[in-house]
């Protein structure tokens, strides 16, 4: 696992790389609960890649069995990395105007099971989604294109269910 010691720790810079818990304090009114503020050597991201940035922050620890309970509160990015990020070709009024949904949050999820679905099975729940209400639905991260579920495949699918 991750939190095993193997010999390629030898090899890095490791004690550089480590996450720094530098403070940790007191959730008023829980005795139980605790804020832990936590820096990372900014090296450990891709340039530009907001999605590793999350997913390096938040993806496997929400998943730890030792920790009963987590909730992300704040996150601070040095502007040298912002920099970095090309953001978005169009912001939030452009997919409102797609969709054609005004003066409300927008609700979505993502298609689950991540991995094993065909192309049509995939689709179908697409179409579910939407159905019932959803206005978008989007892959999990795990999902490319896959022989059980090319990308193409999946595309016309989700095209039909959209239509």
């Not at 490791?14 to 530098?22: N, Q, V």
């Not at 340039?47 to 009963?68: D, I, Q």
């Not at 049509?120 to 999990?140: H, P």
Request: negative net charge; contains cysteine.
């Amino acid at each position: 696992g991750t939190w095993t010691t193997v010999w390629t720790d030898l090899l890095t810079d490791l004690d550089y790389y480590k996450g720094r818990a530098y403070a940790i304090e007191d959730v008023p009114g829980n005795d139980e609960a605790f804020y832990a503020f936590i820096a990372y050597p900014i090296d450990l991201f891709e340039e530009g890649s907001v999605v590793n940035v999350l997913t390096s922050l938040v993806g496997n620890v929400f998943g730890f069995k030792a920790v009963r309970s987590l909730r992300l509160e704040d996150v601070r990015i040095p502007v040298a990395y912002v920099m970095t990020c090309g953001g978005p070709p169009h912001g939030i009024q452009v997919e409102r105007d797609i969709i054609n949904k005004y003066g409300r949050p927008l609700l979505g999820c993502t298609i689950k099971p991540k991995l094993g679905l065909s192309a049509k099975n995939y689709g179908r729940a697409v179409y579910e989604c939407l159905r019932g209400g959803l206005d978008f639905t989007k892959d999990d991260e795990n999902v490319n294109s896959q022989p059980f579920m090319r990308w193409r495949q999946r595309f016309d699918f989700v095209m039909e269910a959209i239509d």
